[in-house]
């Protein structure tokens, strides 16, 4: 079970919402390079970047924080957050992030999705699923669909996606405790590899998680537990030894 520390940056500060909203931001470190690198010491695999700036309309803020994870750390970064252009796509990819998450992109123009998967790969691509109510929600959660979440699966699948990340907005940033049924849903009937999000607020939360990998769960995305300490990723990532990820 891969398991990958976040860190979602607004005003180049890494910092913690709760639900998605902007309005409840908490300013964990003022210094996210610090964090990553901490991040990395630890040993963790990848790390999960968020731009909640460019989530929420302002995609060019943290261009430079995001770059000095990219030329600074060992470990290869997955980047979302206001990426709904194959530009931007192209962007980032060029510039060494890992792999770019959308999610926006994948709603709107799904042909886009296609076309980036074709040109750099299905393990440089990543849609992320966020679930409000069953339903498909956009636009840094601002905006929710009609699209059921099994539907936009499928279509992304039959585009040679190969991985989802899946967020819960209910429990995100609330320490509630991950629901594994949707993701569980989605891995297997469509046969995507997927990245569980948000609800993890102690050590015992992540069993569940690992015993879900033979279901497809590939890994969990935490943020405010190892913020608030509740959680060492250190011990986390010890007990749960990490399995090598390819990168193209």
């Given at each position: 079970?891969?398991?990958i ?10 910092v913690?919402l709760?639900q ?24 963790a ?38 990426i ?12 060494g992030?890992?792999r ?19 040109k ?39 585009m040679?996606l ?6 819960d907005?209910?429990?995100?940033g609330?320490?509630?405790g991950?629901?594994?049924?949707n ?37 969990i ?28």
């Amino acid at each position: 079970m891969l398991i990958i520390p976040a860190i979602d940056l607004l005003g180049g500060k890494a910092v913690r919402l709760s639900q998605g909203a902007e309005e409840t931001a908490v300013v964990y470190d003022k210094d996210p390079l610090r964090v990553a690198t901490e991040f990395e010491k630890a040993g963790a695999k990848w790390i999960h970047v968020v731009n909640l700036d460019g989530a929420f309309g302002r995609p060019g803020m943290n261009d430079t924080v995001i770059t000095q994870f990219i030329q600074y750390l060992s470990i290869p970064i997955e980047l979302g957050g206001g990426i709904r252009t194959l530009d931007r796509i192209e962007f980032w990819l060029e510039r060494g992030v890992g792999r770019v998450i959308v999610g926006s992109l994948a709603v709107k123009e799904p042909d886009l999705i296609a076309k980036a998967i074709r040109k750099h790969g299905n393990e440089s691509i990543i849609v992320g699923l966020d679930i409000r109510d069953g339903k498909v929600a956009i636009s840094g959660w601002q905006e929710n669909t009609s699209i059921h979440y099994l539907d936009l699966a499928r279509q992304m699948k039959s585009m040679d996606l190969k991985r989802v990340i899946v967020t819960d907005i209910a429990t995100d940033g609330m320490l509630s405790g991950p629901r594994l049924e949707n993701m569980i849903d989605i891995a297997k009937k469509t046969r995507l590899k997927v990245i569980a999000s948000g609800g993890v607020s102690k050590p015992k939360d992540l069993d569940p998680i690992a015993k879900a990998e033979k279901q497809g769960i590939e890994g969990i995305i935490i943020g405010r537990a190892i913020y608030e300490k509740k959680l060492s990723l250190k011990r986390a990532i010890t007990k749960y030894p990490q399995p090598e990820m390819e990168k193209d």
